[in-house]
């Protein structure tokens, strides 16, 4: 397998996390999203979505981070990232979905680029933007963990899952743009609790080759 990544993108951290927890080897490529080598001719013939990650397997490219781990999940069920029971699989698919459909798309690259270029707002603007949608976003995560009342160690008790993949690369982000996360102690409290776990620290930013 072929993971197209960046080190600093959360997206591909969520991938990153899912073959370590499986223990599959992969051959990283590394994409360098500030020298917009995503919009390239190179990277759009592998994605023409431009962005990563993307995962060669099986002669085919899979795109869409939860697309990949759902994929992932059912080529190599051992440990199971998403639990049996239908309702389970609601809570932390929904959890998942918190962090990729709801906060990932309002602060991403092109997003923060445009506001800068196209709109014109200063850095501290981006960064308030940046920091609104992070606060609106954590606290909706927060509020779902608390009112299902199933969060353990990790979002779904203590077990692993989809919504773990998600959660802890979005926090890296956060503590990036030095976001107060004080207000979600269960969101942290999980956040704690991956970090133990190899999976989890040796796939985070700082640690891959393609890291500045
Ligand atoms: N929904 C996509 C999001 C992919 C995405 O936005 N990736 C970012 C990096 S985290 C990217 O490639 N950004 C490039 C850009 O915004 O131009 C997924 O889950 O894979």
Redesign the pocket.
């Known amino acids: 397998m072929k993971l197209y990544t960046?080190f600093?993108?959360?997206?591909?951290?969520?991938?990153r996390i899912a073959l370590a927890l499986k223990g599959l080897a992969y051959e990283p490529v590394f994409?360098n999203?500030p020298k917009?080598e995503?919009?390239g001719e190179a990277y759009r013939a592998v994605n023409p979505?431009?962005?990563?990650?993307a995962l060669e397997d099986a002669g085919r490219v899979l795109?869409?981070?939860?697309?990949?781990i759902e994929y992932l999940d059912e080529t190599h069920p051992e440990p199971p990232l998403l639990p049996r029971a239908p309702l389970d699989r609601a809570y932390v698919r929904a959890a998942a979905q918190i962090v990729?459909?709801e906060i990932?798309?309002l602060n991403?690259?092109?997003?923060?680029?445009h506001l800068r270029g196209g709109l014109g707002l200063d850095e501290a603007g981006v960064n308030a933007w940046y920091r609104h949608w992070i606060a609106e976003g954590l606290a909706s995560l927060e509020r779902h963990l608390v009112a299902e009342g199933r969060a353990g160690r990790y979002t779904l008790g203590d077990v692993v899952t989809l919504a773990d993949c998600c959660l802890v690369?979005q926090i890296f982000n956060a503590k990036r743009f030095e976001c107060d996360l004080a207000p979600y102690p269960t969101v942290m409290g999980v956040f704690g609790e991956c970090m133990k776990l190899a999976a989890f620290d040796l796939t985070q930013p700082a640690k891959q080759a393609d890291a500045a």
């Open positions: 960046y600093r993108s959360s997206a591909s951290y969520r991938v994409v999203l917009a995503h919009r979505q431009a962005l990563v990650p795109t869409q981070s939860l697309a990949i990729a459909c990932h798309p991403n690259l092109r997003v923060l680029q690369p």
